[in-house]
């Protein structure tokens, strides 16, 4: 590992692999160059990502590396200094269009050398009346063209790696095809050849031609299915709008989006996607932000309120001021995030990846080894039998499907995550979550809101609730202290505290005076903390039992009184999010146990934790922040494997530190950062759904594995002749190319499942 260097990283678009054996092979290639600390390619995306010692090595380098180990590089990538930026550039129009015009030449290739293919079986089968010679001859010029012109990207791979002393799956393929063709072609110009060794002169064109066929239409619906498993990025890069309307004074003018510049002001119309991040300094509206968060509910925004680029405004008109734009937009890191975990590689991969190295030498070997069995002991015709045998075995030989396993299952269920406000940051965090037997929630702004909320209104003898909530909404609507607030915000959610105020007065740390009107008289009214009544003269010593509990177990409580005499109570909590409880309990249900850890008082975690259902003998309390850190190595000490929630700084070094990192993103990004899974909104249910994403993906990479492992155990002795002896059957190699096509595609459709996958 380099030090005192700058690291980068390059994200480079690869054309040519078709196997985990390029994978392999162009990793090797890499990792051997000087300068180069770690490269991840990954079959699905065709991205090679290299992070390496800037000073060391450069672009021309690395691109020359690729193109030793045989493969292409596609001309634009851009260096990043943080991980997967630059990535967007990915995306460029150009590659895109040249990834298009790759998948229709495949299609058009394997629907012409399909429709040959049939052409030639059909004349086959109509023309007997006419000699083999004669069918062998009309058959050899359209047999020739397939091969060639369609089956010349299989030479071309082939001979690429060849020349470095290489294999793939197009050097399967081409050594197959080649076989049937070549000995086809023999027998058409020279059938003394076939006549004098006593054989019918038999040609295999087509055979040749459906295995084309077959093979490029197997690609072809791969790179559909692909692109497919790719969806979520191009959803979200769809969120962002072209242009935003640019207020300058009193004139209003739409400009590219890419003119807009931190500090500007915005204008966002009913029907308008946010441009960009923001905070809204006039007008009010609701705007759905369930593209990004998941949640399905509108949220209301205002003069303040934070508003988020690529969400939708629903109804209103509202002018917000510009605070990220560009790649520092919350819309942009969610696509590096998708892109980054899209790019990377799970540590279960590793076994297909070894398979796989050796896998064409092996099958190469093994196809020799049936040829000459088949030869030297076969029953008549036995060169007909061994050619057969030969090709069946070279073609239906797939490593494709072990290379796309796991990649698409990564793709589809990040892209899902990211549809649902999940964000994964790789493959490994993918397959760490799916262990996770402990989850550990940090409680202020993850469990609970992070900011008090009135939780019980308790009058005095002759008052009543609503009269003690207005008299107290009115009075703290000018407050800036926290308590105050939230008095303001239940009492205006309850349509009071609009009172006049007169001679207002606010006395740091224990509470506010004023004369507030009541029936056209004004009466002197203090909303406070016992002390503050105290020192006016006023007895507030003895509450009634429920605020004399809210006290003990760590509750907040303000006093109101009017005209000296107490007229009620009013306690307050850091409210409890909505679905913290609803999360504990999933989370039981799922066999995983539930902790608390806070820096409060043991009074207080411990009432918040019987609100949400967490037993009082898993509450960690009066935790200092460079403790926490501590006691999740503790838990992971016993034996667990911790998924740490949290959104404060003080939360990063425990974040970093267990098993699995969870961010609430409405947190600080120091948190984000060190986090393995970031979750857009602040819902605890989240958790739960990143830990049903992550073990659904890992149970789709499972069973991808099972059957690229087990086509290839169970039909390449198919291949080879196994059922010949019992059934008399050998396979067919069209078959057996409509086989190897459809194993891979089997394994990205079985992951494309996951795009469906219900996580709330």
Not at 467 to 491: C, N, Y
Not at 616 to 645: T, Y
Not at 714 to 735: D, E, T
């Amino acid at each position: 590992m380099s030090t005192g260097h700058q690291t980068a990283q390059l994200a480079l678009p690869v054309e040519g692999m078709t196997c985990a054996s390029c994978v392999n092979r162009i990793e090797r290639f890499l990792k051997r160059t000087p300068g180069v600390e770690d490269a991840v390619v990954n079959l699905a995306t065709e991205v090679a990502t290299i992070r390496y010692v800037a000073d060391q090595v450069g672009r021309a380098e690395l691109v020359g590396a690729i193109e030793a180990a045989g493969y292409d590089v596609r001309p634009i990538a851009v260096d990043a200094l943080a991980p997967a930026a630059g990535a967007a550039e990915l995306e460029d129009a150009a590659i895109e269009a040249a990834r298009d015009e790759e998948t229709r030449d495949l299609l058009v290739r394997a629907g012409v050398s399909i429709a040959i293919a049939v052409g030639i079986m059909a004349l086959m089968l109509l023309g007997r009346t006419l000699p083999m010679d004669d069918l062998n001859r009309i058959a050899l010029l359209p047999a020739t063209f397939v091969q060639l012109w369609a089956g010349g990207r299989f030479y071309r791979a082939a001979w690429r790696a060849a020349r470095h002393g290489a294999t793939n799956m197009d050097t399967l393929i081409a050594i197959g095809t080649s076989a049937a063709w070549g000995y086809s072609v023999a027998v058409t110009l020279w059938p003394v050849i076939a006549t004098s060794a006593g054989l019918e002169p038999a040609a295999y064109f087509d055979s040749s031609t459906i295995i084309i066929g077959f093979v490029l239409l197997g690609r072809w619906l791969e790179a559909r299915a692909k692109r497919q498993a790719s969806g979520a990025i191009r959803s979200l890069l769809a969120l962002e709008p072209p242009t935003a309307r640019l207020l300058e004074g009193d004139t209003e003018r739409t400009v590219p989006l890419a003119q807009v510049r931190p500090g500007d002001l915005v204008r966002v119309r009913p029907g308008d996607r946010v441009p960009v991040d923001g905070r809204v300094v006039s007008g009010a509206s609701s705007v759905d932000q369930s593209m990004l968060t998941g949640e399905s509910m509108p949220v209301d925004v205002a003069a303040g309120d934070e508003a988020i680029g690529g969400t939708m405004n629903a109804s209103g008109t509202f002018v917000m001021r510009a605070t990220r734009v560009g790649r520092d937009t919350a819309l942009a890191r969610i696509v590096e995030l998708v892109r980054a975990a899209q790019g990377s590689k799970a540590p279960i991969q590793r076994l297909a990846d070894r398979v796989s190295e050796i896998f064409v030498p092996i099958v190469l070997v093994a196809a020799a080894l049936t040829f000459v069995a088949w030869f030297a002991v076969g029953p008549e015709p036995r060169l007909t039998l061994a050619i057969t045998a030969f090709v069946a075995v070279l073609i239906i030989a797939c490593p494709c499907a072990m290379g796309l396993a796991t990649p698409t299952a990564i793709m589809a269920g990040s892209g899902r995550g990211a549809e649902a406000g999940v964000l994964i940051r790789g493959g490994e965090a993918l397959e760490t979550a799916h262990r996770v037997n402990t989850i550990v929630f940090d409680k202020t702004g993850t469990l609970t809101e992070g900011a008090p909320a009135v939780d019980a209104i308790v009058p005095a003898p002759g008052f009543d609730a609503a009269t003690v909530l207005d008299l107290a909404g009115s009075l703290e609507a000018g407050s800036e202290h926290p308590a105050g607030e939230a008095i303001a915000a239940r009492a205006r959610s309850e349509g009071s505290g609009g009172r006049a105020i007169r001679a207002f007065q606010g006395i740091a740390g224990l509470g506010v005076v004023g004369a507030v009107d009541i029936d056209g008289v004004e009466r002197r009214v203090i909303v406070g903390t016992p002390a503050l009544l105290a020192s006016r003269g006023i007895d507030a010593a003895a509450p009634p039992e429920p605020v004399a509990e809210a006290a003990r177990t760590g509750g907040g409580v303000a006093v109101v009184a009017v005209d000296d005499h107490v007229a009620g109570w009013l306690t307050l909590r850091d409210a409890v999010r909505a679905g913290s409880a609803a999360a504990v309990a999933e989370a039981h249900a799922l066999g995983i146990d539930v902790w608390l850890l806070s820096g409060d008082s043991r009074a207080v975690a411990e009432s918040v934790a019987a609100r949400v259902g967490i037993p009082g003998d898993r509450v960690l309390a009066e935790v200092l922040p460079e403790a926490k850190a501590a006691a999740v190595a503790r838990l992971r000490g016993e034996g667990r494997v911790v998924a740490m929630v949290g959104d404060g700084i003080n939360d990063a070094p425990a974040l970093a530190g267990a098993d699995l990192g969870i961010a609430i993103g409405t947190g600080a990004d120091v948190a984000i950062e060190a986090a393995d899974v970031t979750l857009i909104g602040g819902d605890p249910l989240a958790v739960l759904a990143a830990l049903r994403l992550s073990r659904a993906t890992m149970r789709v990479v499972r069973q991808n594995l099972a059957w690229a492992f087990g086509y290839n155990v169970v039909l390449i002795p198919v291949a080879m002749g196994v059922l010949y002896p019992i059934f008399g059957v050998l396979l067919n190699p069209g078959l057996a190319a409509g086989a190897m096509a459809l194993s891979s595609v089997s394994v990205v459709l079985n992951s494309l499942r996951l795009r469906t996958l219900r996580l709330r």
